[in-house]
Nanobody, 123 residues
Framework: VQLQASGGGLVQAGESLRLSCAAS????????MGWFRQAPGKEREFVST????????YYADSVKGRFTISRDNAKNTVYLQMNSLKPEDTAAYYC?????????????????WGQGTLVTVSS
């Protein structure tokens, strides 16, 4: 599975962005998908994850209520809608796929990774 993330950019605080991650290959609808982010000088951190069917989602406390993860299995795509962005959301955002459908939040539990898409939020 190859993952291609897009949608990053420069926005002002309070604005919104929607990230997309398109997957190639078969069996996308069997993978749990997640979003992670990494700010300069910091470790990669969990943002959100969604089950293979899209029936359940989980968020980091720092983004809960502002970000929404979703997926369209017919389009092999997972999304991250980011509202009310804050300067501390500035990071490279990565999508990732896991072959397990249990709730997993550590980067090591995700097998497939896309390239990062940069989100910069100015104050």
């Amino acid at each position: 599975v190859q993952l291609q993330a897009s949608g990053g950019g420069l926005v002002q605080a309070g604005e919104s962005l929607r990230l997309s991650c398109a997957a190639s290959g078969r069996s996308f609808n069997t993978y749990r998908m997640g979003w992670f982010r990494q700010a300069p000088g910091k470790e990669r951190e969990f943002v959100s994850t969604i089950s293979s069917t899209g029936g359940s989602a989980y968020y980091a406390d720092s983004v809960k209520g502002r970000f929404t993860i979703s997926r369209d299995n017919a389009k092999n795509t997972v999304y991250l809608q980011m509202n009310s962005l804050k300067p501390e959301d500035t990071a490279a955002y990565y999508c990732a796929g896991s072959t397990t459908n249990v709730l997993v939040m550590r980067p090591s539990e995700y097998k497939y990774w896309g390239q990062g898409t940069l989100v910069t939020v100015s104050s």
